[in-house]
């Protein structure tokens, strides 16, 4: 039987709707189904770690959960991370999936559609930008993020970041190596206000 459609939709609903520790907890419900009882192990050791973390509850077993966290990662973390590996230089596991990401500009504008499509990835840092800026603002994948740290770009920068609308929803900006002016900087704190860092 192909469980490759269960899980694709399993995965869309986790990136859809990012916040709900529910449909992650579905997911590892499945996975373990599927004989895969480390991996869903995992999800569900982050998912009630970072809930009691969070509210400062039962703190000894949320550390011994990390440390359950740490020890599941030593063992399966390339693994998991596998398929990326090819393009992301670094990255993060958040309660149980991939969620922060590290690659080159021109990684993102080739294999955006597809790491975005697997994870639910709320930041990202890209770097060597280069002359694709223009690019990167105009993917709708952005509008997933709460971060966004940029490095290295040349030419129009300000105009590009000001007019995208895929930033709308940014919780932080954060411009790296830009050389940006004062006159652009400004600009820049119109559009973004306190979420952008220079």
Same mark, same amino acid.
């Given at each position: 039987?192909?469980?490759?459609?269960?899980?694709?939709?399993? $995965?869309?609903?986790?990136?859809?709707?990012?916040?709900?520790?529910? *449909?992650?907890?579905?997911? *590892?419900? /499945?996975?373990?189904?599927?004989?895969?009882?480390? =991996?869903?192990?995992?999800?569900?050791?982050?998912?009630? &770690?970072?809930?009691?973390? =969070? =509210?400062? %509850?039962?703190?000894?077993?949320?550390?011994?959960?990390?440390?359950?966290?740490? &020890?599941?990662?030593?063992?399966?973390?390339?693994? /998991? #991370?596998? !398929?990326?590996?090819?393009?992301?230089?670094? /990255? +993060?596991? !958040?309660?149980?999936?991939? *969620?922060?990401? &590290?690659? #080159? #500009?021109?990684?993102?504008?080739?294999?955006?559609?597809?790491?975005?499509?697997?994870?639910?990835?709320?930041?990202?840092?890209? $770097?060597?930008?280069?002359?694709?800026?223009?690019?990167?603002?105009?993917?709708?994948?952005?509008?997933? $993020?709460? +971060?966004?740290?940029?490095?290295?770009?040349?030419?129009?920068? +300000?105009? %590009?970041? &000001?007019? +995208?609308? %895929?930033?709308?929803?940014?919780?932080?900006?954060?411009?790296?190596?830009?050389?940006?002016?004062? !006159?652009?900087?400004?600009?820049?704190?119109?559009?973004?206000?306190?979420?952008?860092?220079?």
């Amino acid at each position: 039987m192909n469980s490759w459609p269960a899980e694709i939709s399993l $995965l869309r609903t986790i990136i859809d709707q990012p916040d709900d520790d529910t *449909a992650r907890l579905i997911y *590892a419900d /499945w996975l373990e189904e599927q004989g895969q009882q480390a =991996r869903s192990e995992f999800i569900r050791v982050q998912v009630e &770690a970072t809930d009691l973390f =969070r =509210r400062g %509850h039962n703190l000894p077993r949320a550390f011994a959960l990390r440390d359950r966290q740490n &020890a599941l990662l030593r063992q399966y973390e390339k693994l /998991w #991370a596998k !398929e990326f590996q090819p393009f992301v230089e670094n /990255w +993060t596991f !958040e309660r149980g999936f991939i *969620a922060y990401v &590290a690659l #080159a #500009a021109s990684d993102f504008v080739a294999q955006g559609d597809f790491l975005f499509a697997r994870a639910p990835i709320c930041r990202m840092y890209l $770097l060597g930008i280069g002359d694709l800026l223009p690019q990167i603002v105009q993917s709708p994948h952005l509008a997933r $993020l709460n +971060t966004l740290y940029l490095r290295g770009a040349v030419g129009e920068i +300000t105009s %590009h970041l &000001a007019k +995208t609308p %895929h930033l709308e929803q940014i919780g932080r900006l954060e411009l790296m190596g830009l050389g940006l002016s004062f !006159e652009e900087q400004r600009v820049l704190i119109a559009r973004f206000g306190d979420r952008i860092r220079f």
